[in-house]
């Protein structure tokens, strides 16, 4: 009874961060493994993805056949690789192995799909078509999931299409509006491209101050302070983001840059 009572607070824990994953293993403490390994991850940050990993591992362990929690693996590779948490060279290929093992053993998972979308963009060969037929094939295999449009903006913003990004995590945000901020990243990405500065940096500045330790986030400020400095030289305030500048050789670099027309 205690183990069943466990497994419902966890499920309605990640259910309040907008994720629900079925139960689908024989095996209670695999799918407790991956639950638990799933509230760490979407702390995104460096400890949260660290303490993950084993809990997917654990779940394959006791359950060699449980795609989700090879789906899960994968995807905690990609998140350490692409927001800056783990320095492993081959972070994107361990995953995109992990994807494709989870989609072997399921392919109606669409988290797993949905995964594979970005990092079809990263292997060699920048693999556009494929990149969004899996992130297509991921929404088509569960339309409900706002982590669909999530990946399917991601990779819209990749190949420069900001117009469909947007609308893109429109869907996102309506079907998971208690957790806007999830997908304001995306959002400030497509604002950035679109060269709406204000909105990217409103949205960057939020997502920024929820989730500090995604490096991302910092980097892709830099195009819209750009012109927020240029246009209005009298606002200049540096966001906390990139207070990192203050003591750096980089700092005299970058506001060099930012001032140009």
């Known amino acids: ?20 994953i079925p139960r689908s293993t024989e095996n209670l403490d695999a799918y407790d493994d991956i639950l638990r390994g799933t509230e760490y991850l979407l702390t995104l940050t460096k400890d949260g993805n660290t303490k993950a990993r084993p809990m997917f591992e654990k ?15 994968g ?48 292997l060699p060969g920048f693999q556009t078509e494929l990149a969004l037929a899996e992130a297509q094939r991921g929404i088509a295999l569960d339309p409900n999931s706002a982590s669909g449009y999530f990946f399917l903006a991601d990779v819209l913003n990749a190949l420069g299409k900001a117009t469909q990004a947007l609308i893109a995590i429109e869907n996102a945000i309506r079907l998971d509006p208690r957790n806007t901020t999830n997908y304001l ?18 949205s960057l500045r939020a997502y920024e101050t ?11 400020w830099l195009r819209p302070m750009a012109a927020w400095v240029t246009w209005r030289p009298r606002r ?15 700092q005299s670099l970058a506001i060099g840059t930012w001032r140009k027309p």
């Open 1 to 20: 009874m205690r183990k069943i009572v466990t497994t419902s607070n966890l499920q309605l824990n990640l259910a309040e961060h907008g994720v629900v």
């Open 59 to 73: 779940a394959i362990e006791l359950d060699p056949r449980y795609a989700a929690a090879y789906a899960l693996l």
């Open 75 to 122: 995807l905690n590779y990609w998140v350490g690789w692409s927001a800056a948490f783990d320095p492993d060279p081959s972070a994107v290929e361990r995953g995109f192995k992990l994807e494709q093992q989870a989609i072997a053993l399921d392919d109606s998972l669409s988290i797993a799909h949905s995964t594979l979308a970005p990092i079809y963009l990263r």
């Open 185 to 202: 990243y995306e959002q400030g990405w497509s604002y950035r491209l679109l060269g709406r500065w204000d909105e990217a940096i409103s």
């Open 210 to 220: 929820h989730y500090p330790e995604h490096l991302p986030t910092h980097v892709i």
């Open 236 to 250: 200049l305030r540096l966001p906390r983001s990139i207070g990192w500048l203050r003591s750096s050789r980089i």
